[in-house]
């Protein structure tokens, strides 16, 4: 099932691993627009637990409550995917407007 997402959106889908033929389902946040959704692609980046080791671009997810998440959290800028609409399992919630500078900012820092 595919579902209407938008930049920002907190998703659950099966995250591909860079290093493995493995996936994990996990959170992950929409970072593209509509534009590339018309086309049939959702750019995502990774949502992980805040005690894993701190990486650069990783940015703390503070509203929990706002992003649908259980736990403390940290979008790690550092790991981007490619996936298809089909693939999203479901939306949990949004990133909170007063974080989302930040989240652009360390993607940004990953771009020449």
């Given at each position: ?27 992950a946040l929409v970072i593209s627009k509509d534009r590339l959704h018309a086309e049939g692609f959702v750019w ?69």
């Amino acid at each position: 099932m595919a579902f209407d997402v938008a930049a920002f959106d907190v998703i659950v889908v099966p995250f591909p691993y860079s290093d493995q033929l493995a996936e994990k389902r996990r959170p992950a946040l929409v970072i593209s627009k509509d534009r590339l959704h018309a086309e049939g692609f959702v750019w995502i980046a990774m949502i992980t637990s805040a005690g894993r080791e701190h990486r650069a671009g990783d940015v703390a997810i503070r509203d929990l409550k706002a992003a649908g998440l259980p736990g403390a959290s940290l979008l790690r800028a550092s790991k981007i995917a490619t996936i298809e609409p089909a693939r999203i399992l479901r939306r949990v919630g949004s990133l909170a407007k007063g974080e989302r500078t930040a989240v652009k900012r360390a993607i940004a820092g990953f771009l020449t």
